[in-house]
């Protein structure tokens, strides 16, 4: 009898529970396939293609490039070569010249205004920045090109800065030079503003920049400033290409632990010393991350891509109230994706004793924090502290190193909606999503008087694209480049008519 009424309760547990699976599946599947898509319909771009002097575009970018406007860490500015790089860039672009009065700001940032006809509507800003980074001599025979040789070949123009950022900069002047010529009167006042230190530790001159227009009561609609690009064959799930949007960047600060003690010589050291405790506070940092979690913007790059993903991501994606720690854990696993959900903390600097047989009178360790939107400069010295738990061990903010991660942008936006309208009609194959921007650049000087920050660049990056960037071989396809001069022209004047 007992056996029987247990039998039954188990025929009836194993029942329910088919059920309540049955329903869970067909909620998630549901859920998946009726997910709508958030992607815009692409529209004829109105700037027509560049082939006829295409050639001659990518020359000036090869001319730019040429000019060694490199920043290197604790040195004055190559002034020369920007100076050179200005007047070449008022011969190259006379209508420019002619139409926007140009500011120097900073000693060699620039900005130029091209004052729009409507006082009430709102001006954009478009930012790109001058300065590149050096070129490790040890590595120049590796380069196919001269890296300031600036040369055309292979359909490449070739160089340090043909991807980031010199491209950016002269496809802004190609672009408005470009609607200069067909006679194109902007409503809104349209800014263009070229740091010359993004690339250097202490970036200032687009800061100035923002300042300037801060104390003019300028207040922007759009910033646009280098960033996230079309990624193609690098979001699993997806096969077409992918143009993240950057609506945020993250923070960062540097944080130094110090043990101070008496020193002396090493042939009597104590049990513990001032290295072996600052070891055990760096392992106990390290055993403790700060939380991850999926929020803005990830979640929404998520939202945007879900309704386009093949299966099995598409329901996981879809139906993150059920699969999130399982999609949380899985981002968790790439460095690359990890860096998306939380604030990452990363050692990079130590110092002892000058001398092998000197004890240290103080050991330092200095971390680098990359902040995530919702987390703070503050939280993160707390989270260093408790995770630290030594009263012996000094805990401090770098001075002058921190920064909070810039706010999001709102992804429901008109603005945001024309945006992607102009990347899906340039880049017809890419599926459009906003991004969170793992590096930092000059954008965020720009959060005081912007209302919305994105940080794109135009162009198609591939996988193995990627080690050009602050690498070796750095090169942009011809084709590539007269599309980003294409993109911005064809944005300022869709922005136009956005208003
Ligand atoms: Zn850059």
């Not at 396939?33 to 004829?44: D, F, G, K, W």
């Not at 209508?95 to 205004?113: C, D, F, I, Q």
């Not at 960047?249 to 009597?268: D, Q, R, T, Y």
């Not at 200095?366 to 009263?391: L, Y």
Request: net charge neutral.
């Amino acid at each position: 009898m007992q056996i029987m009424a247990k039998a039954s309760i188990f025929r009836r547990t194993a029942a329910l529970a088919g059920v309540v699976i049955g329903s869970l599946a067909a909620v998630v599947t549901v859920r998946a396939v009726t997910l709508t898509s958030r992607q815009p319909s692409a529209v004829a771009p109105t700037i027509p293609a560049l082939t006829s002097d295409g050639e001659l575009r990518a020359q000036r970018l090869g001319q730019a490039i040429r000019f060694q406007t490199v920043s290197r860490d604790g040195q004055p500015p190559a002034t020369a070569e920007f100076e050179k790089l200005h007047e070449f860039l008022r011969q190259s672009y006379p209508k420019v010249a002619a139409s926007l009065p140009r500011e120097t700001v900073g000693g060699l940032s620039l900005l130029y205004k091209w004052q729009g006809a409507d006082p009430q509507a709102r001006p954009i800003l478009l930012l790109a920045h001058q300065d590149v980074v050096p070129v490790d001599p040890a590595t120049e025979s590796r380069w196919h090109k001269p890296p300031f040789g600036g040369e055309l070949a292979d359909g490449f123009v070739w160089g340090r800065g043909s991807l980031d950022d010199k491209c950016s900069m002269m496809a802004i002047f190609e672009a408005i030079e470009l609607l200069l010529a067909r006679g194109h009167q902007p409503q809104r006042t349209v800014y263009l503003a070229f740091g010359h230190d993004e690339e250097a530790v202490a970036s200032g001159g687009a800061s100035q920049i923002a300042e300037l227009l801060r104390t003019r009561g300028v207040q922007l609609e759009l910033t646009l400033d280098e960033g996230l690009t079309v990624l193609k064959g690098m979001m699993p799930g997806v096969k077409r290409p992918v143009a993240l949007i950057g609506v945020s960047e993250k923070g960062f600060i540097n944080v130094e632990l110090e043990a101070a003690g008496e020193g002396g010589h090493s042939s009597m050291p104590p049990r513990q010393t001032l290295i072996g405790r600052l070891g055990r506070a760096l392992v106990r940092l390290e055993a403790q991350q700060m939380a991850a979690e999926l929020r803005p913007p990830t979640s929404d790059m998520f939202d945007f891509l879900a309704p386009e993903m093949s299966w099995p991501l598409k329901p996981i994606i879809a139906n993150r109230w059920l699969f999130g720690p399982i999609l949380r854990w899985q981002l968790q696993q790439a460095n690359s994706t990890r860096a998306l959900l939380q604030t990452t903390q990363a050692p990079t600097m130590l110092s002892g004793s000058p001398k092998s047989n000197v004890l240290p009178q103080a050991a330092r360790a200095t971390i680098n924090f990359r902040i995530r939107p919702g987390d703070t400069t503050e939280q993160v010295v707390r989270h260093v502290r408790a995770a630290v738990s030594d009263a012996e061990i000094k805990v401090t903010a770098q001075p002058g190193s921190g920064t909070e991660p810039s706010p999001v942008s709102d992804v429901h936006s008109a603005l945001f909606a024309t945006f992607s309208k102009t990347v899906v009609s340039l880049f017809p194959d890419a599926l459009v999503a906003p991004g969170l921007m793992i590096g930092a650049s000059d954008g965020r000087h720009f959060v005081p008087v912007s209302d919305s920050v994105y940080r794109f660049v135009p162009m198609v990056l591939e996988p193995e694209d990627l080690p050009r960037l602050h690498g070796t071989n750095e090169r942009i396809r011809i084709s590539d480049y007269l599309q980003m001069i294409r993109f911005y022209a064809q944005l300022v004047q869709n922005l136009d008519g956005q208003r």
